[in-house]
């Protein structure tokens, strides 16, 4: 007669260290490609935005003749504690540029973009010590033009905004690009 043996069911060990392998690699993937989408969502989040200001910027001069005399932050509800766009340290580091905190110009373009102010990513993009955040626009009074900057996160070129636009020039350090536009005087 055979004397049948049984093997014990279950997983070796090497097979368990496989299987663990694979899905470490697998999430280490799909971490990576979602940090990827995230940070491309909040990058277009914030071009669209500012591109819906330059509008309104243009908009409001035909209707008044010229840019409205104001500097301060695009979009609202920056982040606390500093609660500013641009150089979250208050410092001017990296691009040279320090903090605002005004949102004046945000009340004297409701009218134009359908009394509601279009959301920029809160997305801090870091450059060294430095965390900058959203948009910012600036009153130039010996030109009569208005001046516009958004930060992306990333090597990102500036896309082109409006007709208007006169000058566009681009700062990238540390995995942050700076876009500024210069909207032409009428």
């Known amino acids: ?3 049948l ?3 014990p069911k ?3 060990i090497v097979e368990l260290l496989i299987v663990i392998v694979v899905i470490a ?3 280490s993937i ?3 490609a979602y940090n990827g989408m995230q940070q491309r969502a909040n990058n277009t989040q914030t071009v669209q935005a500012v591109k819906e200001f330059i509008k309104a910027f243009n908009l409001y001069a035909q209707d ?3 840019y409205p005399q104001l500097t301060g932050c695009l979009g609202e509800n920056y982040p606390a504690p500093n609660n500013r766009c641009l150089s979250q340290s208050g410092a001017a580091e990296c ?3 320090g903090a605002a905190t005004s949102m004046v110009v945000n009340d004297a373009l409701k009218p134009y973009m ?3 102010v279009p959301n920029i990513s809160k997305q801090a993009v870091p450059c060294a010590a430095t965390a900058y955040i959203g948009g910012y626009a600036s009153y130039d009074s010996t030109n009569r033009t208005m001046r516009v900057w958004m930060v992306l996160n990333g090597d990102q070129g500036c896309p082109p905004m409006s007709p208007n636009v006169t000058s566009v020039t681009r700062s990238y350090v540390s995995d942050a690009s700076l876009c500024r536009y210069v909207l032409g005087a009428l």
């Open 95 to 97: 691009f040279g540029m």
């Open 5 to 7: 043996t049984t093997r």
């Open 1 to 3: 007669m055979k004397l």
């Open 10 to 12: 279950g997983f070796t």
């Open 64 to 66: 008044n003749g010229g």
């Open 30 to 32: 799909t971490i990576v």
């Open 25 to 27: 690699i697998i999430a």
């Open 114 to 116: 359908n009394n509601r």
